[in-house]
C-alpha cells in the first residue's frame, strides 16, 4: 500500500529548497511570514509572493496623477500617488 503524502508536501519541500513560506490561519486577517512552518493541516500555506510595483500615470481633465500600486500575485495595494503640475 502507497502512503498518503502529508497535505502540505510540496510547500514543505519547497521550503526544505529555501523558499519563504506565508500562513493564513481561520482566526488571521491575511498571509503573514511562517518563519519555521508548523505545517498545521488545518492552517493554509503558500510560497510567498514577490510583489511587483507599477506606477500609473494617468491625466484626469487638468489634473495628472501617478499612482503607484503593489500586486502580491493575489491583491493589489494603493502606496502612493503623487500631483504632477
Not at 21 to 46: L, N
Request: charged content about 30%; glycine content about 6%.
Amino acid at each position: 500500500m502507497k502512503p498518503i503524502p502529508h497535505k502540505h508536501a510540496d510547500l514543505i519541500k519547497a521550503w526544505a529548497d529555501g523558499a519563504e513560506i506565508e500562513v493564513m490561519h481561520a482566526w488571521s486577517r491575511g498571509w503573514v511570514d511562517a518563519g519555521t512552518p508548523s505545517w498545521d493541516e488545518g492552517a493554509s500555506y503558500r510560497v510567498k509572493q514577490k510583489i511587483s510595483q507599477v506606477k500609473v500615470d494617468t491625466r484626469l481633465s487638468c489634473l495628472q496623477l501617478k499612482f503607484t500600486i503593489e500586486n502580491d500575485g493575489v491583491m493589489y495595494k494603493f502606496i502612493d500617488v503623487e500631483l504632477v503640475k
